[in-house]
């Protein structure tokens, strides 16, 4: 069930790329560190004790600023290579299936390619952390209410019973 509705979301998704991070027995990939990275060091230029020191490191190439500029470059490297991918799957394909965003924006032939990367980024930092803050306040709500909660494991156990019984056939 989790599989299908992963599925689907990816279908449905913006770039119709499944970067395959909730399989547990893969480690941290390098654009997940590289995510976080840039976003961390993003948000720490906020609060400096001296507000231009980041400014010289940014000048300078060093530290925190010099793993920005890595990160960043490995973020737009992915982002880059999920353009490329989706752009030789239109080629091949004589119909367009895809209903992805992505895919919708390269065929009208519209963006520059330092656009449609820029949008990717932003649909990845965008689905990134709002998930994870709306899965949080989900289980949250779901404990305050046992009845609610009852019920939603009812119906996952109907769920994985059907399913299992789908597979034993």
């Given at each position: 069930?989790?599989?299908?509705?992963?599925?689907?979301?990816?279908?449905?998704?913006?770039?119709?790329?499944?970067?395959?991070?909730?399989?547990?027995?893969?480690?941290?990939?390098?654009?997940?560190?590289?995510?976080?990275?840039?976003?961390?060091?993003?948000?720490?230029?906020?609060?400096?004790?001296?507000?231009?020191?980041w400014k010289i490191k940014k000048l300078l190439n060093i530290?925190?600023?010099?793993?920005?500029?890595?990160?960043?470059?490995?973020?737009?490297?992915?982002?880059?290579?999920?353009?490329?991918?989706?752009?030789?799957?239109?080629?091949?394909?004589?119909?367009?299936?895809?209903?992805?965003?992505?895919?919708r924006f390269l065929s009208l032939s519209l963006s520059d390619?330092?656009?449609?990367?820029?949008?990717?980024?932003?649909?990845?930092?965008?689905?990134?952390?709002?998930?994870?803050?709306?899965?949080?306040?989900?289980?949250?709500?779901l404990s305050r209410h046992p009845h609610v909660e009852k019920?939603?494991?009812?119906?996952?156990?109907?769920?994985?019973?059907?399913?299992?019984?789908?597979?034993?056939?």
């Open positions: 069930m989790l599989e299908s509705l992963w599925v689907i979301a990816k279908q449905y998704s913006l770039v119709g790329y499944d970067p395959e991070y909730l399989v547990p027995s893969l480690p941290e990939t390098t654009f997940t560190k590289a995510f976080d990275d840039a976003t961390r060091i993003s948000s720490q230029r906020l609060n400096p004790i001296i507000p231009i020191f530290g925190s600023e010099k793993r920005l500029r890595v990160a960043i470059s490995e973020v737009r490297d992915l982002a880059r290579k999920i353009i490329i991918e989706k752009k030789q799957e239109l080629k091949e394909k004589t119909t367009l299936k895809s209903v992805d965003l992505l895919s390619e330092t656009f449609v990367t820029d949008i990717v980024i932003s649909f990845i930092l965008a689905g990134r952390d709002t998930t994870s803050a709306a899965l949080t306040w989900f289980f949250w709500l019920e939603v494991l009812k119906e996952f156990m109907k769920n994985l019973m059907n399913q299992h019984q789908c597979m034993m056939k």
